[in-house]
């Protein structure tokens, strides 16, 4: 275990030496809240009305605020794993007493921690200014607990993502692929209760909504049901979808070709 909070504690050692990268994703958000503040305002003024499907303009920029902290601190493991499967770096990694899996789990977690702390800090600010009071302590309170679940869920399918290099190395279109995924049937920039009822079952099926719509919902609208009933579903995922990981990364073991070495 030692091992892995040294790789985490690296990471985030990393981050602080070199703000840069953490720092303009960070400042995006408040770009994005501006340039949506707008959209949604005209949007609720076009409807004639302050509340869509039990959501004001308020609620919006803040749901938003906490997908985009999210999809800002996501894990990108999945480029990793591929430029380590092209360089042969992954036949130095493998021969190293630990876990690949957990190995790259720990350094995905140290690479969020500072980017998340960060887009909140800063998301919160200009959302405050933008639609005026954050949400409840109890909504706070359900999204970091909720957010945990999604970005183990976020990490699993980039992971995998990132193992399919084992086999095809290029792995740019099947990332392309999950964002959009992500971006529609994870209510990523529209929460799910906008989506037409035949969408919304489709979506709450699959697992992008316990990644992004989950945390971001149960943030501005807390509600003690909906909050089991996404945390039960979300690690439900996690299980599914950490097994699926394990079963991968053992058959992409049998089929490693490296190009570097």
Known sequence: MKKYLAIIQMQVINNIAY????????????????????????????????VINGLTVSNMLWYLMMAETIELGRPRINRVISEQVKNGEVAYILSKPYNFLLYHFSFGLGDSLMRIVMNIIVGTGVTWILAGTPPSPLGWAMAMVTMVGAWILHFCMMAL?????????????????????????????????????????????????????????????????????????????????????????????????????
């Open 161 to 261: 993502i990132g193992l399919t290099a084992f086999v095809v190395e290029e792995t740019n279109s099947f990332e392309l692929i999950y964002q959009k995924a992500v971006f529609i049937l994870g209510g990523m920039l529209l929460p799910l209760d906008l989506f037409p009822q035949w969408l919304q079952s489709i979506a709450r099926v699959l697992p992008f909504p316990y990644m992004m719509y989950a945390p971001a919902r149960l943030f501005v609208k807390p509600e003690w049901g909906l909050f089991w009933q996404m945390l039960a579903n979300q690690w439900i995922w996690v299980a599914v979808l950490a097994g699926a990981l394990v079963l991968a990364y053992r058959s992409s073991e049998k089929v490693l070709t490296v190009n570097g070495g």
């Open 19 to 50: 703000p840069g990268d953490f720092l303009g994703r960070s400042i995006s958000i408040g770009i994005f809240l501006f340039i949506f503040a707008g959209l949604w305002r005209t949007t609720f003024a076009i409807a004639g009305t302050d």
